[in-house]
Nanobody
Framework: QVQPVESGGGLVQAGGSLRLSCAAS????????VAWFRQTPGKEREFIAA???????YYLDSVQGRFTISRDNAKTTVDLQMNSLKPEDTAVYYC???????????????????WGQGTPVTVSA
């Protein structure tokens, strides 16, 4: 089982961009569905985007058109390109992966059994 490792978080002004990366420690993401979630204090973990093992992509409506999830050909990393960032995008972003995610659980935390430690993103007004 691979362990996701996130990087790329930081501080950015509203309207700016950040690129988060999720690396597959201990293997590759071959046959894995990989997702990005985010969480702010006192709130539940929120689905952002996912790329299924077959390449299909899914997005939260509010980030559609601003965020893009992608996977490298070697399936060692899954990136989240975030453009036109807003202060409400401020959160800790988590990468999650699983080989057993069913379609109905693609947008739910319980659909994934391997999680990274998270990387913080702060968007200033």
């Amino acid at each position: 089982q691979v362990q996701p490792v996130e990087s790329g978080g930081g501080l950015v002004q509203a309207g700016g961009s950040l690129r988060l990366s999720c690396a597959a420690s201990g293997g590759t993401f071959n046959r894995y569905s990989v997702a990005w979630f985010r969480q702010t204090p006192g709130k539940e973990r929120e689905f952002i985007a996912a790329i299924r093992y077959n390449g299909y992509r899914y997005y939260l409506d509010s980030v559609q058109g601003r965020f893009t999830i992608s996977r490298d050909n070697a399936k060692t990393t899954v990136d989240l390109q975030m453009n036109s960032l807003k202060p409400e995008d401020t959160a800790v972003y988590y990468c999650a992966a699983s080989t057993t995610t069913i379609l109905s659980n693609m947008r739910r935390p319980e659909g994934y059994n391997s999680w990274g430690q998270g990387t913080p993103v702060t968007v200033s007004a």
